[in-house]
């Protein structure tokens, strides 16, 4: 059972950085895809970034050009390098990862538990 772990959360100022970063354990072979969700209290969870293991990336459109996903597939990591935040982008952000050939995936099969990025104006 793949267990995703997220750190690197907090809070920042508008404009400032912030670098998520999560671990999988339990991996048994190579993860096709990782990525970084968010969701907002009372809004419907959305994609943020999807990487897939030979480097094909999708981002949302509200983070392009500022978010940067990367991963680390010896180590099992992936990250969030997130820069001028807004404080829109205020969430609880999710790790995420699916086996699939299936690109983007539609359905993630794990999730972490989430970590908190706030960004005062």
């Known amino acids: 059972q793949v267990q995703l772990v997220e750190s690197g959360g907090g809070l920042v100022q508008a404009g400032g950085s912030l670098r998520l970063s999560c671990a999988a354990s339990g991996v048994a072979f190579s993860i096709n895809n990782m990525g970084w969700h968010r969701q907002v209290p009372g809004k419907q969870r959305e994609l943020v970034a999807a990487?897939?293991?030979?480097?094909?990336?999708r981002y949302a459109d509200s983070v392009k050009g500022r978010f940067t996903i990367s991963r680390d597939n010896a180590k099992h990591m992936v990250y969030l390098q997130m820069n001028n935040l807004k404080p829109e982008d205020t969430a609880v952000y999710y790790c995420?990862?699916?086996?699939?050939?299936?690109?983007?995936?539609?359905?993630?099969?794990?999730w972490g538990q989430g970590a908190q990025v706030t960004v005062s104006s």
């Open positions: 995420t990862a699916d086996y699939s050939e299936y690109w983007p995936p539609t359905i993630w099969d794990y």
């Open positions: 990487m897939r293991s030979g480097g094909d990336t």
